[in-house]
């Protein structure tokens, strides 16, 4: 079946600018993950769903980040004012709900590499 | 919290060999998943194996198994017989209450 989509696999926008990244999870899952990978580094947690609401946004880094998924399914990852620091590849990953709430192994889309000039 | 430490930034191993890519944790959580993504060039992550807490045996998953060591908390991925095409990045992660942590991965290297 299809997998974890990701659009744009590419985005170079100006400083200040505001962005939208889509993710489109493998269907059924309920669960979904987005992270930012720098290079050399790994993925760090941003904010994660099950279902419609934001389960823990713990890992937002401040308020100019917002994430939706109004209807469980697709979600969008909104960047306002954004910096050149927010440059990264952004992953995408969804999964079924492990069992007592657990984390469950995920399947990663192809991310979007963001670039802010 | 939750802590993932890969030691080794970078490994090298000859094709069809076998080689271990080293992973230590830290959690409060009692119970928890242990997870061994593979990153290609190409830039997507990719499920290998997954070892939980409380299970007994270790891991497999083909020509990965996971040596799970609760005590010394270590979840170490052993790859055998070594591929040209398993170059890549190894990133370990944990995850107990929803929120995954990964490490910042080893670079492995498969020489002909």
């Known amino acids: 079946g299809a997998g974890v989509s990701q659009t744009p696999s590419n985005k170079v926008t100006e400083k200040g600018k505001y962005v939208e990244l889509r993710c489109d999870p493998i269907?059924?899952?309920?669960?979904l993950y987005w992270y930012r990978q720098s290079l050399g580094q790994g993925p760090e947690f941003l904010i994660y769903?099950?279902?419609?609401?934001?389960?823990?946004d713990s890992g937002l880094p401040n308020d100019r980040f917002f994430a939706v998924r109004p209807e469980g399914s697709v979600s969008t990852l909104k960047i306002q004012r954004t910096e050149r620091g927010d440059s990264a590849v952004y992953l995408c990953?969804?999964?079924?709900?492990?069992?007592?709430?657990?984390?469950?192994?995920?399947?990663f889309g192809p991310g979007t590499r963001l670039t802010v000039t | 919290a939750q802590k993932i430490t890969q030691t080794q930034p970078g490994m090298f191993v000859q094709e069809k060999e076998a080689v271990t890519l080293d992973c230590t944790y830290d959690?409060?959580?009692?119970?928890?998943?242990l997870f061994w993504y593979k990153q290609p060039s190409s830039g997507e992550m990719i499920f290998l194996i997954y070892?939980?807490?409380?299970?007994?045996q270790n891991a497999t998953e083909g020509r990965y198994s996971l040596n799970f060591q609760k005590a010394r908390k270590s979840a170490n991925l052993v790859i055998s017989a070594s591929q040209l095409g398993d170059s890549a990045m190894y990133f370990c992660a944990i995850g107990g209450s929803y929120i995954p942590t990964f490490g910042r991965g080893t670079s492995l290297i498969v020489h002909p």
């Open positions: 070892q939980g807490s409380y299970d007994e």
């Open positions: 769903f099950q279902g419609t609401g934001a389960a823990d």
């Open positions: 990953a969804s999964s079924l709900t492990g069992a007592g709430g657990l984390v469950n192994e995920q399947y």
């Open positions: 959690t409060s959580d009692q119970s928890y998943g």
């Open positions: 269907s059924g899952h309920t669960a």
